[in-house]
């Protein structure tokens, strides 16, 4: 994987994060219903979601410049992207178990939208991984 692919990887995926950051934030603030695609509407789950987004983006202009090291931000925005996944499954898991085994009741999957970021993250985590280790030899 090459500076390049690295460097068009960190503004999708920046781009992507802040934007579900700002969605977060709106929803929070009431000015977007928080059923939308399933926001929750939480102002630390934006706040996470910008940094991210951020991190990511940070890694551009270093991609741009040829440098090796903008590899470090693809990853850590990854990694970070996965801890969500991990919290998206866990809010996921005790939401069924508050609503079907608690309370009894139907309970209906509502996938936050930091859950599915997560799995984007998880799913390029293994290419990008594989592409930097042949890239860096």
Not at 22 to 30: P, Y
Not at 72 to 85: D, E, I, P, T
Not at 122 to 128: K, Q, S, T
């Amino acid at each position: 994987m090459n500076t390049k692919n690295i460097g068009i990887t960190c503004a999708v995926l920046g781009t992507t994060f802040l934007l579900a950051g700002v969605a977060e934030m709106l929803a929070f603030a009431g000015a977007v219903t928080s059923e939308a695609p399933t926001l929750s509407g939480d102002f630390f789950t934006g706040f996470v979601l910008l940094t991210i987004g951020a991190v990511f983006l940070t890694g551009v202009p270093k991609a741009r410049k040829g440098e090796s090291r903008s590899v470090a931000y693809l990853y850590s925005g990854l990694l970070l992207g996965l801890g969500l996944l991990a919290v998206g499954a866990f809010y996921t898991l005790a939401d069924f178990v508050g609503t079907a085994v608690v309370e009894g009741q139907p309970w209906s999957p509502r996938v936050p939208l930091y859950l599915l970021l997560g799995v984007v993250s998880g799913l390029i985590y293994i290419p990008v991984r594989k592409g930097v280790r042949e890239w860096t030899g």
